[in-house]
């Protein structure tokens, strides 16, 4: 069978005006993830992104831990969903939920995992950037693009919603699981699948082996 490597993005920075990009550290993890690949000799014949530049910094990093120089394909399917937009579209009800988003990282987290749900149940009642089927079909069709039969090692480099689905796609799980999975899923962490034309299978989950040294447990980070 063949391998699925997926990586989440590096810290990215939240709290500032643009999150979409690596904090300095972010990319630090990225640079230790690329050393860890060519410590173990991995070589990729396809490598994938998300379109995000989160996505593409990540790769950067990943490339130059690697030393070598990385030909890379796009695939918006694998970028996140857009957590403000849904967070915009809860309603009067949810007020708390909405003044969320504008707190500390712990008071977010918690509440876009209410939101998430909120969104899978369709029970968000303003106007959306996207619907959870057109989420989960996304992901489906990116998945499906990174894994076509002529390859033979891919890497993909993505964020938490799309892993956190296909991860739950490889167990058959219901989707419900894979907002579970999601907000599990550290920076720059791995996760192995295998496929062939019918079948993925999850090998591992949310790994940080580069990381896991006594002076970068410091760089385990989840936003």
Do not use: C
């Not at 990319?27 to 994938?48: E, I, M, P, S, T």
């Not at 891919?154 to 919603?161: C, I, R």
């Not at 058959?172 to 996760?191: D, H």
């Amino acid at each position: 069978m063949a391998e699925l490597y997926l990586v989440r993005h590096g810290q990215a920075s939240f709290g500032s005006d643009n999150y979409d990009q690596l904090s300095p550290l972010g990319h630090q993890q990225a640079v230790w993830l690329g050393d860890y690949f060519k410590q173990r000799n991995l070589r990729f014949d396809r490598v994938v992104t998300g379109t995000q530049l989160r996505h593409h910094q990540t790769l950067e990093g990943i490339a130059q831990g690697m030393g070598i120089t990385v030909d890379a394909q796009t695939h918006p399917g694998f970028n996140e969903y857009d957590f403000y937009g849904l967070f915009a579209a809860l309603g009067d009800e949810h007020a708390s939920l909405k003044a969320s988003a504008k707190g500390d990282r712990r008071a977010f987290y918690a509440a876009l995992k209410q939101v998430l749900k909120l969104w899978m149940n369709k029970q968000l009642t303003g106007p959306l950037p996207e619907h959870w089927d057109d989420f989960y079909k996304r992901v489906q069709d990116a998945t499906t693009f990174a894994t076509r039969p002529s390859a033979r090692r891919v890497l993909v480099v993505s964020s938490g919603g799309p892993i956190g689905t296909v991860t739950g796609m490889a167990l058959q799980a219901p989707p419900e699981m894979g907002v579970e999975l999601n907000l599990q899923i550290r920076n720059s962490s791995l996760s192995h699948f295998y496929f062939n034309d019918t079948t993925l299978r999850l090998a591992t989950f949310n790994t940080l082996g580069h990381l896991d040294h006594p002076d970068r447990l410091h760089a385990i980070t989840y936003g």
